[in-house]
């Protein structure tokens, strides 16, 4: 079973800088594009940043130049840096990511569980 598992949230005052970071887990036979999406009360869920498996990135205007996404293959990583905060950043981010688990089976997005920024003074 693919499990998405992040770390890295917490409350930060505006300006101030944040890593988040998501590991996979399980049987994975590729990955492809590995991302962050965040997701604020009373709003709907929405792309931060995604990155493919050559290293190409896309990000949100809003956070372009602010935040910075990664990923490390190898260790099945993907990380998120954030600097520059800002109080309308604070969301629930989630890790997003298109596996697929076996050579023979279908691709499948995959979701982590979430983890809180709150940006606040």
């Known amino acids: 079973q693919v499990q998405l598992v992040e770390s890295g949230g917490g409350l930060v005052q505006p300006g101030g800088s944040l890593k988040l970071s998501c590991a996979a887990s399980?049987?994975?036979?590729?990955?492809?594009?590995m991302g962050w999406y965040r997701q604020a009360p009373g709003k709907q869920r929405e792309l931060v940043a995604a990155?493919?498996?050559?290293?190409?990135?896309n990000y949100a205007v809003s956070v372009k130049g602010r935040f910075t996404i990664s990923r490390d293959n190898a260790k099945r990583t993907v990380t998120l840096q954030m600097n520059s905060l800002k109080p309308e950043d604070t969301a629930v981010y989630y890790c997003?990511?298109?596996?697929?688990?076996?050579?023979?089976?279908?691709?499948?997005?995959?979701w982590g569980q979430g983890t809180q920024v709150t940006v606040s003074s």
């Open positions: 399980g049987s994975i036979f590729s990955i492809y594009a």
């Open positions: 990155i493919t498996s050559g290293g190409n990135t």
């Open positions: 997003n990511g298109d596996f697929r688990p076996s050579r023979l089976g279908p691709r499948n997005d995959y």
